[in-house]
């Protein structure tokens, strides 16, 4: 399946029309496009170079692929799969009520996935919830579990229906949305339409400073079109009223994030833990071009670095990879390995028996190629899943060494 793209010219945040390339990659797939049959048409390879704003210094991508193409069917992750991540939830709303409000009346939630947040809102706050996502099966998995769900794309025209249908919200969540927004404006625009005065807006994103200081690759795909900084996002937030008043640092879900807790004012709020987390990116050198463009350099070096490494032990039919996650052709060109992983390990049922969009690399379930994994190379390209792989090999027994590259780049060996 060939899916369009747009190049977009102009900063995501605010709109200045200089943006300087930060970050090189290899051009890969857009989306989770796995092939029923190896001899499927190959999907095509979208840039996904990574820039900065001049201006704002916001980092984000300029290649935008066709967004319905990369959801509705096509998407099938559910956070509910991940007991860490309901855990986290259960923690990001305990967060919520025991330090900023301990009443809510409706709680709306953007991207709600399969409900399993606002389930969480509506058991410790017992009130009316309302979710919005435009992907089929997490909705259907949602409304099954009796969370009001709308199957569509959160927008400014949109939130004025939900207004005059539902009316406004006292919260607004939109968790790990907002690397995936490509229209923030209109979005943002909508939350601050929608929500009522001195309500309050939960958010959570994908955060720059552990993107770059744990070289974390696997958050790189084309659902991300932004990686955020408090630095960027603080002053476009406060352009809709929206004034962020608490910051949590999130380490160990999806390699690192930000909670985020702003409150609907056109006040100007000044939070020191706002400016806490602005020094520390300032220290880091992420809110320069420069900064950025070492880190780039920083990033290859150990990249061919650890490929190298491999190369010297390793050869064709020697590596087998383990998780179809939707970063693994990425991963896989970055280390120079589509021709030498032999099959890939995974444990969805919906991926299992299908193909690699690229290399036509076939994808198993451990059962099938649990005795032929000895002696192996195992490369980990679910990155996220890293610590549950390892223990699950070394439980089943499986004599090999294993490739990871988080939490960082090294090959644990296991017998």
Known sequence: MLVKFKTKNRCRLCKHHILKKVLDLPKTVPGEQLKKRKNDKNVNLIPIDHYMCSKCKHVQLIHVPYFKKLWGKEYTYKPSDNPKLIKHFSDTVSFFKNNFEKKINFAFEIGSNDGIFLKQIKREFNSRVLGIDPSDEPVALAKKNNIPTIKNFFNYSMSKK??????????????????????????????????KENGYFIFEAS?????????????????????????????????????????????????????????????????????????????????????????????????????????????????????????????????????????????????????????????????????????????????????????????????????????????????
């Open 162 to 195: 939900i207004k005059k249908k539902y009316g406004s919200p006292d919260l607004i969540i939109a968790n790990n949305v907002f690397a995936h927004m490509d229209d923030m404006h209109s979005i943002v625009r909508g939350i601050d339409y929608l929500l």
């Open 207 to 415: 955060y720059l400073l552990d993107v770059v200081n744990k070289h974390l690759i696997g958050t790189m795909i084309h659902e991300h079109v932004s990686i955020h900084s408090i630095y960027s996002l603080k002053p476009f937030l406060s352009l809709y009223n929206l004034q962020i008043i608490g910051l949590k640092h999130v380490d160990k879900i999806q390699g690192g994030a930000i909670v985020g807790i702003a409150v609907k004012s056109k006040k100007i709020i000044q939070s020191n833990v706002v400016k806490k987390f602005i020094n520390k990116e300032k220290e880091n050198n992420l809110t320069t071009i420069k900064g950025m463009q070492r880190f780039n350099n920083i990033f290859h070096l150990r990249i061919n670095k650890f490929k190298n490494q491999i190369n010297r032990k390793y050869s064709k039919n020697s590596i087998v990879g383990y998780g179809a996650a939707r970063s693994a052709p990425l991963i896989i060109d970055l280390f120079d390995l589509r021709n030498k992983i032999e099959y890939i390990i995974d444990d969805n049922p919906r991926k299992i028996n299908k193909f690699l969009s690229i290399g036509n690399i076939p994808i198993y379930n451990f059962k099938n190629k649990r005795n032929n994994l000895n002696n192996k190379l195992i490369f980990i390209l679910g990155w996220a899943q890293t610590e549950r792989i390892v223990l699950f090999l070394k439980k089943n027994k499986i004599k090999a060494n294993i490739a990871t590259i988080f939490p960082k780049f090294q090959i644990i060996k296991i017998s």
